[in-house]
């Protein structure tokens, strides 16, 4: 019966910091939640993960239960990277209070108060719903999972001001918000790929000439390069194709099975051979579309061997298969002349349907 009593009691306060924020709000200060904010923390990051994937999976063309096994191991490891993130996060926003001799506040509340306000994120797995009876609801799907997500602010706020004067309130909010952004940027920018998949829109159509010369077909893709560049394709693992001219190289990276990868991810993985021993390095990075696909853009550099390196990346994972154009420049009489070069060669990349 204790075990019902406080399940039922878990419940209620859950639905009640959904439904009736500043009342719960006001019970912070008087109430002892215990191991309640862990318990909320830790399904709300698996919710929240179960439905991103779910909505990248559908972007993709592909069904939720295909990969269910895929999805409900990596929901489980962010709710519970999300209840440990929480749990510092709260800590740092506490001791910035202190600082500015918020006394009040004390170390419970301030985990309950950033833990309870992530409850909304329970309702995200009703975009995962959405998208497995109607693939065509995903950008209602989107739209449900980012109002969780504000709403889920807002809470924050709202709990926040509860327990301290507003002009202290502020400090362990923007404290908690940017400690947060700083530690799940990986998951952040996951999300924000979910969302140009629902809204492909969001991103700019890629401004660069296309090249011309001479086209080179391979499995995977269709790519024009311009005079004096060959064909150097090896078969090594990992690679789809590779050109070279007398200044420069292009790589094109291949990776399969990745059905929950997104582009940025995949960008990060393709780059970490190329980058490895630059010293002075540099990185610029943009979102765009390239004949409809959405494709991350990279220019990164720097010092290796006392040798300038130059590289533009650009990256897409447009189904379970990862594609990269990997441009490599040593020591350019011209970067930027360089850089736009392999800007216009990306502009003529068409990546066969079946790829996709």
């Known amino acids: 019966m204790e075990s019902t009593g406080e399940l039922a009691w878990f419940r209620a306060e859950v639905v009640r910091s959904i439904l009736h924020p500043f009342e719960f709000a006001r019970s912070l200060a008087r109430e002892h939640f215990g191991l309640a904010g862990v318990l909320v923390a830790l399904i709300a990051g698996a919710a929240l993960a179960f439905a991103v994937d779910a909505m990248i999976l559908t972007s993709k063309g592909f069904a939720l239960f295909d990969f269910l096994p895929q999805v409900l191991i990596d929901s489980g490891f962010l709710g519970i ?18 600082l500015l001799r918020g006394r009040d506040l004390t170390l419970d509340q301030a985990f309950t108060a950033f833990s309870f306000a992530l409850s909304p994120l329970l309702l995200a797995p009703i975009a995962a719903l959405l998208v497995v009876l109607a693939p065509d609801l995903l950008p209602i799907a989107g739209a449900v999972a980012a109002l969780a997500v504000v709403r889920s602010l807002l809470g924050l706020a709202i709990n926040l001001r509860a327990l301290l004067p507003s002009v202290l309130a502020v400090v362990p909010f923007v404290v908690m918000l940017v400690t947060s952004t700083l530690v799940m940027q990986d998951q952040i920018s996951r999300f924000r790929f979910a969302g140009y998949a629902v809204a492909p829109q969001l991103v ?10 001479t086209a080179f077909e391979a499995a995977d893709f269709t790519i024009t390069l311009p005079p004096g560049w060959k064909n150097v394709t090896s078969g ?16 094109v990276a291949r990776a399969g099975g990745v059905p929950l990868a997104t582009a940025d991810s995949y960008a990060d993985s393709a780059s970490l051979a ?7 390095g540099w990185r610029e990075r943009t979102v765009v579309r390239i004949n409809g696909v959405v494709t991350v853009d990279d220019q990164y550099g720097g010092t290796y061997q006392g040798r300038r ?48």
């Open 309 to 356: 390196m130059v590289y533009r990346q650009f990256t897409a994972v447009p189904q379970t298969r990862g594609l990269a154009l990997i441009f490599h420049y040593i020591e350019p009489p011209d970067e930027q002349a360089a850089l736009s070069e392999a800007a216009s060669v990306a502009a003529t990349w068409r990546i066969r349907q079946e790829s996709r």
């Open 236 to 251: 090594t693992q990992g690679e789809a194709a590779r050109y070279e001219s007398d200044l420069a190289e292009l790589k």
């Open 204 to 213: 700019g159509e890629f401004a660069a000439k296309p090249m011309t010369g």
């Open 274 to 280: 190329e980058r490895q021993g630059l010293q002075n």
């Open 81 to 98: 990277r999300l209840a440990v993130t929480v749990a510092g996060v709260a800590t740092v926003g506490y001791y910035a209070a202190r």
